[in-house]
């Protein structure tokens, strides 16, 4: 016994248009995540970030407690403390004040090879040359006089050394002002630089966000008007179905290769009399009908494809049957099947 085709419903756990707004709106968040970061890591290293505030706090901290080698302000102060001092602290003041020279020395050396503007590095220039003066006149003239205890020698030697340290600390004053200059001009224009970047930054990843979410949108428009169209199908192909299973006439369909896709309740009922050796109806479909016809008009009008509709008689299985086969077209006419 044939039974009504039923179409069984499961009720989904997410509907296509819930899910697409999920998507798009994960596909949304990402990108708000990824700009938030972006901007977090850009306002944390960049100049006057938190990471740079506390790399030149850690440098300024260091400056502050210890003398700088580029300046011979230590060197001055030995020479300063020698005076009075026993032999064996004038020993190490004169150990420490040929280290002060070496590390005046490196520091020169180094700075010489950097990448800094011409003006400071010519200031810087001219404050080593009076360094390297202040550091020749003590150790011709002050050290030698200190060591003998000759007191007149050592106090004249001195007073030059010291119009050397102030015509150096002058140099040294002029070399940290330009640098100070250089340094807010380069922090300006580096701030101005990241702040252009991430505004650009900004944009471009509001236009992807956008466009992003227009293409979500769109498709999901066409995705459902696509699903609408397919569910109304399938909606107008059950109910063509369901009225041919009530028809009293045995009708069959068959694709655009004529192959068997479908027959009604009375094909069904009346194939599994007449090809009962062959397996009744359903060994029928999925295959030629012309294949279970014998030679003659009625095999020929199922061999070929169809050009207009025919009323055939014909002998099927020792049945005289009355066959009316007609041609099935899309809205183009291209051919798409028989019933």
Do not use: C
């Not at 995540?33 to 306002?43: D, E, F, M, P």
């Not at 061999?303 to 049957?321: C, D, F, Q």
């Amino acid at each position: 016994m044939q039974t009504q085709p039923t179409v069984s419903q499961a009720k989904p756990v997410m509907n296509l248009k819930t899910l697409l707004i999920v998507l798009l709106a994960v596909t949304g968040a990402s990108f708000i995540v990824l700009a938030a970061a972006n901007l977090y890591s850009t306002r944390h290293y960049q100049v006057h970030g938190m990471a740079y505030t506390d790399i030149v706090q850690g440098k300024d901290l260091i400056a502050d407690i210890l003398p700088p080698p580029g300046f011979v302000v230590e060197a001055y102060l030995n020479a300063l403390q020698m005076q009075g001092a026993s032999t064996t602290q004038r020993a190490e003041l004169v150990r420490r004040f040929s280290e002060t020279r070496k590390e005046f020395q490196d520091r020169h050396d180094l700075w010489k090879k950097s990448s800094i503007d011409a003006d400071t590095k010519a200031k810087m220039a001219a404050a080593y040359s009076s360094g390297i003066d202040f550091y020749d006149k003590a150790e011709s003239a002050y050290l030698p006089a200190i060591e003998s205890g000759n007191a007149e020698k050592a106090a004249s030697a001195l007073a030059d050394m010291k119009k050397l340290f102030n015509i150096h600390r002058a140099h040294v004053v002029k070399s940290v002002d330009l640098a100070n200059v250089a340094n807010t001009t380069l922090e300006n224009t580096t701030s101005t630089g990241i702040s252009r970047i991430n505004t650009l930054q900004t944009v471009l990843i509001v236009l992807a966000l956008l466009i992003v979410l227009s293409i979500g949108a769109w498709l999901m428009r066409v995705t459902l008007r696509s699903m609408d169209n397919i569910a109304k199908v399938a909606g107008e192909n059950l109910r063509i179905r369901i009225a041919l299973d009530n028809v009293s006439s045995a009708v069959t369909v068959s694709d655009e290769n004529n192959v068997l896709i479908y027959m009604n309740r009375a094909g069904q009922t009346l194939f599994d009399r007449l090809a009962a050796k062959h397996g009744g109806s359903k060994s029928l479909i999925g295959n030629k009908l012309s294949g279970f016809l014998e030679e003659g008009e009625l095999k020929s009008a199922f061999t070929a494809n169809l050009t207009e509709t025919h009323v055939l008689e014909g002998v099927i299985s020792g049945r005289k049957m009355l066959v009316e086969p007609r041609p099935v077209r899309d809205d183009n006419g291209v051919y798409v099947g028989r019933v």
